[in-house]
Nanobody, 115 residues
């Protein structure tokens, strides 16, 4: 199993970014996918979840209405569209899944929100 994130970068407050996570090594359409993030000096926290078919999503309260998780099972890719970004969204963002009871993490992509 391999998860590879991309799309991070530096953005001004109020701006937008879209993260992508390309998955391989497992049947992508079978498993739920997640985004987590870890800010400097803080523990890693859950951000969003999407069901295997993409029909159900869930979000941490602090990102509701601003972030949207989606997936394209034909491309084995999950996305995180982030709008109205705030400085407190600055973190390394990780793609995550659990396949047959085993955790898998991507390497992370840095998102920095600063003027």
């Amino acid at each position: 199993v391999q998860l590879v994130e991309s799309g991070g970068g530096l953005v001004q407050p109020g701006g937008s970014l879209t993260l992508s996570c390309s998955a391989s090594g497992f049947t992508f359409s079978t498993w739920a996918m997640y985004w987590y993030r870890q800010a400097p000096g803080k523990e890693r926290e859950w951000v969003a979840r999407i069901s295997n078919a993409g029909t159900t999503t869930a979000y941490q309260d602090s990102v509701k209405g601003r972030f949207t998780i989606s997936r394209d099972n034909a491309k084995n890719t999950v996305y995180l569209q982030m709008n109205s970004l705030k400085p407190e969204d600055t973190a390394v963002y990780y793609c995550y899944t659990v396949v047959r009871g085993t955790d898998y993490w991507g390497q992370g992509t840095q998102v920095t929100v600063s003027s």
